[in-house]
């Protein structure tokens, strides 16, 4: 019994000497003094060897050891936590790898914009870019529209208060009435980018989406350069075994006009939700440039002809990519984005 006294003592002063300062020297304590086979146990299990009589006196000096052992780790403890909130030398640990930055990705918006611009590059198109706060003359009078024109009521927009005038561009024909302003023919352009409509959000239908223009005058060219330029294109973008067909149709700055569809790349033709079950899909308007735009620009129209189309990069890559629901381009999802890693 005294010999364990003693040796309790001496247990005492050493922890009473130890500054455990991380967290190994802690979990070392933590085993010697108060694991399962450590000091504290084995101490309890010297019990049995301890005289009746003494039981309770050496019971009252164990425990009170014990609860010693206990609230030292404790303290020992909370200090290590609150210096590791200033972060000690010793806790930090230069060698453990760093938080992973995760490779971005493409838009598919971007993709397909890049892949329209390098398939309308090899036929000699060149990139032209305008202002998405468009004034009323280049998104609508310009191209024909004047104001009371119906067809302005399928392109609501949103316009600004303190200038009339001036509104979020429909579509970006609007650059090619800028285009033509300040160049002459011949004119081979592409004009791609965001265009905004009043529309009532949904899966179908976004208050702002992409298009691609093209705009192609000089001399001689015909409804032909139209189709084959076309028929070239998607051909490119979808596969030799696409097929087309044009349906007349009506936009104010073109004459005769045009809609394009492809066979369905989803359903392969037979129908479906997304052809509306015609086997048919429309992805552009196009028509001849009207005379009245080109003079409009001061371009003699007797002398030059051109085409011009626009289509809907949403509508592209729905069809590339199967993506069914407008609202994914642009909610950053990155469940949805990390999809097109592999198409870089
Ligand atoms: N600007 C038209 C639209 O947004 C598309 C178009 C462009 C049609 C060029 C003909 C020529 O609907």
Known sequence: MEQLLQQIEAYRQEIGSLTPDNAESLEAYRIKFLGTKGIVKNLFN????????????????????????????????????????????????????????????????????????????????????????????????????????????????????????????????????????????????????????????SARAHCFFH????????????????KQTLYFFVQEMFGKDVRVRFRPSYFPFTEPSAEMDINCRICGGVGCPVCKHTGWVEILGSGMVHPKMLENFGIDSNKYTGFAFGMGIERICQLKYRINDLRLYSQNDTRFLKQFIPAL
């Not at 004034?135 to 302005?152: G, I, K, Q, S, V």
């Open 46 to 201: 010297e019990m049995k060897n301890v005289p009746t009589d003494k039981k309770k006196e050496f019971g009252l000096i164990l425990n009170e050891f014990k609860q010693f052992a206990e609230s030292s780790y404790e303290d020992w403890k909370i200090r290590g936590s609150s210096l590791n909130g200033q972060s000690t030398a010793s806790d930090l640990d230069l060698t453990l790898p760093g938080d992973p930055l995760r490779p971005g990705s493409r838009h598919p918006i971007s993709l397909v914009r890049n892949e329209i611009v390098h398939i309308f590059g090899r036929l000699g198109f060149s990139v032209a870019e305008g202002p998405e706060i468009e004034d009323d003359w280049h998104n609508f009078t310009a191209l024909n529209l004047p104001e009371d024109h119906p067809a302005r009521d399928m392109q609501d927009t949103f316009y600004i208060h303190q200038h009339p005038d001036w509104l979020l561009r429909t579509h970006t024909s609007s650059v090619q009435a800028r285009v033509m302003e300040r160049q002459k023919p011949p004119i081979r352009i592409i004009c791609p980018g965001r265009v905004y409509r009043n529309e009532t959000i």
């Open 211 to 226: 298009q691609t223009e093209g705009l192609y005058v000089d001399e001689n060219v015909s409804f032909a350069d139209l």
